[in-house]
Structure formats: structure tokens, C-alpha cells
């Protein structure tokens, strides 16, 4: 019923800049967070960063003044800003959305992106 697409990622040098999307699509009544998730190779998958649809963040200790989430709600769309990229943010990046959908009724379920390779060479 929810799709979610990312797009954005590619292989930057150390201190530069991505942006990635997300854009959610399908019978959506509404999203309740929106958030980056990341998993590097032989590591588990960590939460990035998060944003509820008033606007409230947080973020994960290693990107805080480096990363900005935002979302355009009237998009169904989250953005991950990422400045001073260091070797160690070299990931695959998720996005994940937690969604009312509409069927017969309202139902509510927790969705993932396919994810999308972000690569900080040093």
C-alpha cells in the first residue's frame, strides 16, 4: 500500500555534502515519524536521525552539527542533509516512516526504503 523511494547517494571525499530523499507514496492518511537509518558493512543497522510531523528531531551523537533531517509533509518527503562527511558515515542509508494508510479503514504499519549506498572516500 506505501512505497518508499530514496535517492541521493554517491561517493563524495571527506568533508563534502549529500542530500538524500525519500519520498513516500500509496494510499497514505498520514506519517507520524520519519527517520534516516544507516548500516555499515559487518555492523548493525543504527538510527541516524528522526523527525515527528511537528518538526521535533534527534540525532544520533556522531552527526550532530554535521547532519539535518527536515520533511515536507505536503510532499509525504524526508531529507537528510549531510555536511563534513567523514570515512566512517560510508554506509547504506534507509529511510524509514511510520504510516496511517487507508484501505477499508485507517490502518497504521512501519515501512522501509530499499536504500541507497552512501561511499566517503579519505
Known amino acids: 500500500q506505501v512505497q518508499l523511494v530514496e535517492s541521493g547517494g554517491g561517493l563524495v571525499q571527506a568533508g563534502g555534502s549529500l542530500r538524500l530523499s525519500c519520498a513516500a507514496s500509496g494510499s497514505i492518511f498520514s506519517i507520524n515519524v520519519m527517520g534516516w537509518y544507516r548500516q555499515a558493512p559487518g555492523k548493525q543497522r543504527e538510527l541516524v536521525a528522526a523527525i515527528a510531523a511537528g518538526g521535533s528531531t534527534n540525532y544520533t551523537d556522531s552527526v550532530k552539527g554535521r547532519f539535518t533531517i527536515s520533511r515536507d509533509n505536503a510532499k509525504n518527503t524526508v531529507y537528510l542533509q549531510m555536511n563534513s562527511l567523514k570515512p566512517e558515515d560510508t554506509a547504506v542509508y534507509y529511510c524509514?516512516?511510520?504510516?496511517?494508510?487507508?484501505?477499508?479503514?485507517?490502518?497504521?504499519?512501519?515501512?522501509w526504503g530499499q536504500g541507497t549506498q552512501v561511499t566517503v572516500s579519505s
Open positions: 524509514n516512516a511510520d504510516v496511517f494508510y487507508v484501505t477499508h479503514r485507517i490502518s497504521r504499519s512501519n515501512y
